[in-house]
């Protein structure tokens, strides 16, 4: 049996994370399939800490199964059937987030977070209880997959990568802090002593792929993409502005990765550069950009279980096309144009 070893790049997006639980779910029973290394933001941190600690406990069975405790704490019907059930029964994706955004509850949530600090009205994080569950002996381990999670330093600016022991329950939560609902993470550097504040790592890496480029690890690298790089027509109203406003920062840092990925590529094609001087990565995505164009901010911050359902089968399913179609391509092309994605 031929092992292919990859590189996971794991986005923020909030409760859409769910369809990176589906997909992780569908790689991980792929035998042939080797997880080197994660770098993660948000929900994506989140879903890679899960799967380390569960695959260092049980192997591949307790990756899975962590991850599915994970979203069972986040919002998903445990029950496999009747999760299946209630994402058949239930109404199409774009109308929950439709109904999610007009409902009193999100519009008055939305317009005091416009209003109202933080630092005034602070909420407490709700992913804290979860946070603090993960078994950080595990998370932090040596032992493969390597993992990054990424995080955005509010005074300079720049993304934080948080990796080995300084994983922790703070950074995880400050990968995932939205600075408009969470005061922000504070985190005491221990090589300088500075105590620095954190936001969500999606507005600086999303997730940062400069981890992934060590010698060590697969020259495969692959992208699960939660934020649709290109949405159809022009957004008229104030939810459809503000929901395309997000999904161009979030996705931003990560094209300008893939145009320096692309661009060492061309210099080692033509010959610029001397074989291995630079990493020359493969890159592949899984991503299912109709499905996430129907919903938007509203049911990435609300979880609702009949959308994780689906975004969880429509995960699994985005992973089973990747991998038939796209296996022959592992270790010796990139799957997809990149011109297309920053061009």
């Known amino acids: 049996m031929a092992l292919r070893s990859i590189s996971l790049a794991l986005q923020g997006g909030g409760v859409h994370g769910a369809f990176t639980w589906g997909a992780l779910d569908r790689l991980l029973e792929e035998e042939r399939l080797d997880i080197a290394a994660i770098s993660a933001t948000s929900a994506g941190a989140l879903n890679a800490a899960a799967l380390k600690a569960g695959m260092l406990r049980d192997g591949r069975a307790g990756a899975r199964a962590n991850l599915d405790w994970l979203w069972e ?16 029964a239930g109404p199409d994706a774009g109308s929950i987030s439709r109904a999610i955004e007009a409902s009193p509850a999100y519009q008055w949530g939305e317009a005091v977070s416009r209003m109202v600090s933080p630092y005034q009205l602070p909420l407490p994080n709700p992913l804290r209880r979860i946070a603090e569950r993960f078994d950080f002996d595990r998370v ?58 954190y936001w969500d790592g999606g507005y600086t890496g999303n997730p940062a792929l400069f981890p992934l480029f060590r010698p060590d690890l697969p020259d495969d690298l692959v992208i699960v993409n939660i934020n649709p790089i290109e949405r159809p027509g022009t957004p008229t109203t104030a939810a459809e502005i503000l929901n395309r406003i997000n999904e161009i920062g979030f996705n931003s840092s990560l094209l300008k990765e893939l145009r320096a990925i692309a661009f060492v590529q061309r210099l080692l094609r033509d010959g610029h550069l001397a074989p291995g001087a630079m990493k020359g990565l493969h890159v592949h995505m899984i991503a299912d950009d109709a499905l996430m164009r129907q919903l938007s901010v ?38 997809i144009r990149l011109d297309d994605l920053y061009g």
Do not use: M, Y
């Open 73 to 88: 704490q986040i919002g998903a019907i445990p029950n496999d059937a009747l999760s299946a059930w209630f994402a058949a």
């Open 140 to 197: 932090c381990a040596a032992s493969p997959p390597s993992l990054h999670v990424c995080a955005t330093n509010v005074r300079t600016g720049k993304v934080r990568v948080f990796a080995g022991a300084e994983i922790t329950a703070d950074a995880i939560l400050a990968s995932a802090c939205l600075p408009t609902l969470f005061r922000a993470i504070e985190i005491t550097d221990p090589a300088t002593g500075i105590r620095d504040a």
């Open 298 to 335: 509203a049911t990435k911050t609300v979880p609702n279980p009949v959308v994780i359902a689906r975004l969880k089968a429509a995960g699994r399913a985005a992973a089973e096309a990747f991998l038939g179609r796209c296996w022959c391509d592992l270790g010796s092309r990139d799957s």
